[in-house]
């Protein structure tokens, strides 16, 4: 049996993985949403209850953590969060795969990070990243963090399906809050879901972290370029928003306040490289494309709900 908390677009894709290999699931979430499947048990409660989630841990092989809390409540929500998960995987010697990011990091010279990048974090969200990895490799169970950049596919939200493709479709300029000639890694959700499963039953990947693979880096205004083309629509004119909007805003807003204190990824080259886990486990990245037809076929099927 395993576990799987969180039922967005990572964690139902783990869910569905495991299922379709005919493991047992139990999908846990407060909603109790999930996929739905014979193999899957979808269940309600919270993963910051240490006693309920160990109890629903009984037997499990890995328990996933695919949870995702507001960027406005990773302060009040993570630890207890992560605590409790890493408690239960404890109690029930199960492998913790923890679904990572790239915050940990901070702004590294030349914008490239590698598994062995130094964690230089400043920002508070980096810093709380850095401190639930390090706390779980302290607890003592066998764990591992996959880490991805800025997501596409189905369910993935980001500046793609925020900025890029809802100026597409209404054939005005864009006005992205980036750089938009600097490289940046993309990653397929699809990609970060096998990466997980892969790696949850080899014990090669237990005490460290991974980067999940990735396609090559490209400029916003190439990827929006590389979308145009695939689906023959004319060039999208994106214009760079300066840096400060965002800041200013952020005095008042408080999600405003949140996407600024990252925008470095946006600003400045931001390079995933992921050939230590490709050489090591087999595995290669989708192509964009993929992730581009799935981003755009969920907000249309986004929309169509709306409509109905």
Known sequence: ????????????????LLAERGETVRI????GSGPEHQLIERVTADAAD???????AKGAEVLYNCANPKYTEWAAKWFPMNNAMIAAAKANDAVYAITGNLYGYGRQPGGRM???????ATGRKGRIRI??????????VRTFEARASDYLGAGAAGIFSAVLLPAIRAGRTAWAPADVDVPHTFTYTGDMARTLVELAGDD????????VPSPAPISIRELAG???????????????LPRFVMRTAGLAVPIARELAEMDYQFYFPFVLDSSLTERTF??????????????????DAIAARKMA
Do not use: C, F
């Open 226 to 240: 590389r979308y145009a083309t695939m689906t023959g629509q004319p060039p999208l004119k994106i214009r760079k």
């Open 114 to 120: 590698t598994e062995s990048s130094p964690l230089a």
């Open 1 to 16: 049996m395993q576990v799987v908390v969180g039922s967005g677009p990572i964690g139902s894709t783990v869910a569905r």
């Open 50 to 56: 240490a006693r309920r989630l160990t109890e629903l």
């Open 131 to 140: 401190k639930m990895w390090q706390d779980a490799l302290d607890s003592g």
């Open 204 to 211: 090669r990947s237990y005490g460290k972290a991974w980067h």
């Open 282 to 299: 087999g595995l290669t990245a989708t192509g964009l494309e993929v992730g581009l037809r799935e981003t755009a076929a969920d907000a």
């Open 28 to 31: 846990v979430t407060r909603s």
